[in-house]
């Protein structure tokens, strides 16, 4: 069974940085793309990042290219989510989510974490 | 940026009915979308991909269709634990985009 435990979110004040962790197991975890998908209270879904099985492809979405980094450790079997500069619209439940394919391109989220809050305000 | 625009907005269907859910693209997607349900206070949970392959687990009453730009998510006859929000989600192009939601309620 797949499974996806996020850690890291909490309060922080805008300009801040938080580094958001994904802990994966279940699954050969270094055979699959990795998400992260970001909801704002009361909101829809947002795609923040996605990464290829080997970190060889990234891809940011604008809203976070420059303060968001994404990142993996195969022999940890976890996902990062580096945040850097954060405003109080980066306010969301962060979701880590596993990608269907080793490539991030053609790959869909098939499965999901519960997802970390991270708060922005001062 | 691909817009996914979901219609309606609001779903109100008794236990039982049938319900139909629409998605539309701003460009064609061939058969890259996939349908996402999130209840209320939990993580999305994938149903379709590949715009009419259920996924695991997925109980056969849940259906798509569609390519190109116009897909439909449908119910064939609605459970007390489907009511819920459904996401359309194209994954053809970057950035991958969502459509806004349709909430499924009684």
């Known amino acids: 069974e797949v499974q996806l435990l996020e850690s890291g979110g909490g309060l922080i004040q805008p300009g801040g940085s938080l580094r958001l962790s994904c802990a994966a197991s279940?699954?050969?975890?270094?055979?699959?793309?990795m998400s992260w998908v970001r909801q704002a209270p009361g909101k829809g879904l947002e795609w923040v990042s996605t990464?290829?099985?080997?970190?060889?492809?990234?891809n940011h979405a604008d809203s976070v290219r420059g303060r968001f980094t994404i990142s993996r450790d195969n022999s940890k079997r976890t996902l990062y989510l580096q945040m850097n500069s954060l405003r109080t619209d980066d306010t969301a439940v962060y979701f880590c989510?596993?990608?269907?394919?080793?490539?991030?391109?053609?790959?869909?989220?098939?499965?999901w974490g519960q997802g970390t809050l991270v708060t922005v305000s001062s | 940026e691909i817009v996914m625009t979901q219609s309606p907005a609001t779903l109100s269907v008794s236990p039982g009915e049938r319900a139909t859910l629409s998605c539309r693209a701003s460009?064609?997607?061939?058969?890259?979308l996939a349908w996402h349900q999130q209840k209320p206070g939990q993580a999305p949970r994938l149903l379709i991909y590949?715009?009419?392959t259920r996924a695991t687990d997925v109980p056969a009453r849940f259906s798509g269709s569609g390519s190109g730009t116009e897909f439909t998510l449908t119910i064939s006859s609605l459970q007390s634990e489907d009511f819920a929000v459904y996401y359309c989600?194209?994954?053809?192009?970057?950035?991958?985009?969502f459509g806004q939601g349709t909430k499924v309620d009684i």
């Open positions: 460009q064609s997607l061939g058969s890259n």
């Open positions: 989600q194209q994954y053809i192009n970057w950035p991958r985009t």
């Open positions: 590949g715009a009419s």
């Open positions: 990464i290829s099985g080997s970190a060889g492809s990234v």
């Open positions: 989510a596993k990608g269907s394919i080793y490539y991030a391109s053609g790959s869909y989220e098939d499965s």
């Open positions: 279940g699954f050969t975890f270094s055979s699959y793309a």
